[in-house]
């Protein structure tokens, strides 16, 4: 089956530095890819669609300068936060759809996820 | 704008009882939904997945019905364990490669 691989799975940074998390796809082809913060004991909400040699689209109320996503090839998307504050400690997790006509039905399959830590 | 509601928030059973969580969406226009089980600080995982064209899905002990018309779901779990012990999330898709809507989730809890 579809498997999405999300690295790193935990990170904690100084407040002020940059991390970047990465999500791909290891045996399907991901055109579009999305990301999804979770803060605790809520559930998951998008932040922005990533989609293969072209910009990502953001959901409204997300800095697009401080989220930068880019997805360079079809079986890899990163998120990267900047300039990270401790508001920005969250769960962020990365989904994709293998839409080839050969699995159509299938539905997403998520990363492991990555918790984030601002100090 | 699609919404998707849980009910319960939280629930407790004693291991070995059937227990139903329940989903509803505002619109009933979807491509499909499907039913994810979280464990405490980890990713998601695919449980069932239901078409707009079905109306039910079965894995296990494991059974999720689809009435798109009233726009509700419900996912059965028989002879529960505390391994099942999770937050049971309920997501729709509303269409081809939009991404999924997501409940607030069940946390479920079952008691040895």
């Known amino acids: 089956g579809a498997v999405v691989s999300q690295h790193p799975s935990w990170v904690i940074c100084k407040s002020g530095t940059s991390v970047k998390i990465e999500c791909r796809s290891l045996d399907f082809q991901a055109t579009t890819m999305f990301w999804y913060r979770q803060f605790p004991k809520q559930s998951l909400m998008l932040m922005a669609t990533s989609n293969e040699g072209s910009k990502a689209t953001y959901e409204q109320g997300v800095e697009k300068d401080k989220f930068l996503i880019n997805h360079a090839s079809l079986t890899l998307s990163t998120l990267t936060v900047t300039s990270a504050h401790p508001e920005d400690s969250s769960f962020y997790i990365c989904?994709?759809?293998?839409?080839?006509?050969?699995?159509?039905?299938?539905?997403?399959?998520f990363g492991s996820g990555t918790r984030l830590t601002v100090v | 704008k699609q919404e998707v509601t849980q009910i319960p928030a939280a629930l407790s059973v004693p291991e070995g009882e059937n227990l139903v969580l329940n989903c509803s969406f505002t619109?009933?226009?979807?491509?499909?939904l499907q039913w994810f089980r979280q464990d405490p600080g980890k990713g998601l995982t695919s449980l069932l997945l239901i078409q707009s064209s079905q109306r039910e899905q079965t894995s296990g002990r494991l059974n999720a019905s689809l009435d798109k018309s009233s726009g509700r779901s419900t996912l059965y779990i028989a002879a529960s364990q505390p391994g099942d012990s999770a937050t049971y999330l309920c997501?729709?898709?509303?269409?081809?490669?939009?991404?999924?809507?997501f409940g607030k989730g069940t946390r479920l809890s079952v008691i040895a």
């Open positions: 997501a729709v898709m509303n269409s081809g490669n939009t991404p999924l809507v």
């Open positions: 619109d009933s226009a979807i491509y499909n």
């Open positions: 989904s994709a759809r293998d839409g080839s006509p050969a699995v159509q039905g299938y539905g997403y399959t």
